[in-house]
């Protein structure tokens, strides 16, 4: 797979998860409502992807190395794995209550980092118990802290 694919899919995969599982857990914590997370997911599958695949295009085009055939690739990957994956998490808000499709949607998310930065360990020849420890930790982090921030904005201003 070419460099300018693998950096759009891994920056769109690990974002994708990462900033979905954020809003989908401070939504639910803040307003428990299915509609505002199911309206959430749609436009952070819009907006984030766009916003996501603009700032990886300016990074790609400010290295000389980068042709503009590979920053247009790196680009388009990039948005495409962000917005596919968003979208994802939809199925298991549609499927079930709330409260199980936030623990079902967080399985979903933090799988997908367990197996993306598996594969990324095996080809880069290293142990893969490291980068995937890290990257759950921080994925942890972020619903942790929305959590949290979900629960101090109804608390404040609902």
Do not use: C
């Amino acid at each position: 797979m070419k460099d300018s694919i693998k950096i759009g899919l891994g920056f769109g995969l690990t974002s994708g998860v990462i900033t979905t599982l954020g809003l989908i857990v401070g939504l639910f914590s803040g307003t428990h409502s299915k509609l505002v997370v199911i309206g959430g997911i749609l436009i952070i599958a819009i907006a984030d992807s766009f916003s996501d695949a603009f700032g990886v295009h300016v990074s790609q085009e400010s290295e000389r190395r980068n042709t503009e055939k590979s920053v247009w690739e790196s680009t388009v990957w990039t948005f495409i794995s962000k917005f596919v994956l968003a979208l994802t998490f939809l199925v298991p808000i549609l499927l079930f209550d709330l409260n199980t499709a936030v623990i079902v949607s967080i399985i979903w998310g933090l799988s997908i980092l367990v197996i993306y930065n598996y594969r990324v360990a095996i080809y880069r020849r290293i142990k893969p118990l490291r980068i995937i420890l890290e990257h759950i930790l921080i994925a942890v982090f972020v619903i942790v802290i929305t959590y949290f921030v979900g629960k101090l904005v109804n608390l404040i201003f609902v």
